[in-house]
């Protein structure tokens, strides 16, 4: 089973959107493993987007997430990175379909509402970087049977 890192960005949490996240992965059939709510460090902030360090926009970025609380979860379930992304839609709102998290609520590529791991070695890092192994509980739902094969 795959796991990947979500959180909900500061416009998200301010806009009241959390459970519109929450029950899009649950409706999908993902697990939820771990999730809090938390005020992001600077240093935390600058680990997570260390990719982008060297864009124009990265010390916009670096602010906004450091600006209110995020939501951050571990979601679990078969090739949910990928198909996270898909739920999430496209980085920029423009092009992000309806349908999509993204598409159905965002404007504009700044205030995009959600992240999600672009890859599963992505996804373990930031997992390692955002968790520790004890907030992070492994279950199995009831209606796993009828979710997969
Ligand atoms: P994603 O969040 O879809 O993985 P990314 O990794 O390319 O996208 O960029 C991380 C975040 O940085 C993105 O969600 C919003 C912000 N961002 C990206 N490109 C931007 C740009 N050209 N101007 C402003 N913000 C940008
Ligand atoms: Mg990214």
Excluded: C
């Amino acid at each position: 089973m795959e796991r990947t890192f979500i959180m909900i960005k500061p416009d998200g949490v301010q806009r009241g959107l959390i459970g519109e996240v929450i029950a899009r992965f649950e409706r999908k059939g993902f697990t939820l493993v771990g999730m809090k709510l938390m005020a992001v460090s600077r240093e935390l902030a600058e680990k997570h987007y260390d990719v982008h360090k060297d864009k124009p926009f990265f010390g916009g970025l670096v602010e906004f997430i450091t600006s209110s609380p995020v939501v951050a979860m571990v979601w679990e379930g078969e090739n949910v990175v990928a198909s996270g992304r898909t739920l999430i839609g496209a980085t920029n709102p423009i092009s992000s379909a309806p349908g999509t998290i993204r598409g159905d609520f965002g404007i504009t590529i700044g205030r995009n509402l959600i992240h999600g791991s672009d890859a599963v070695e992505t996804a373990q890092r930031e997992i390692a970087l955002w968790f520790t192994e004890p907030e992070l509980a492994s279950w199995t739902p009831a209606n796993h049977g009828w979710l997969y094969e």
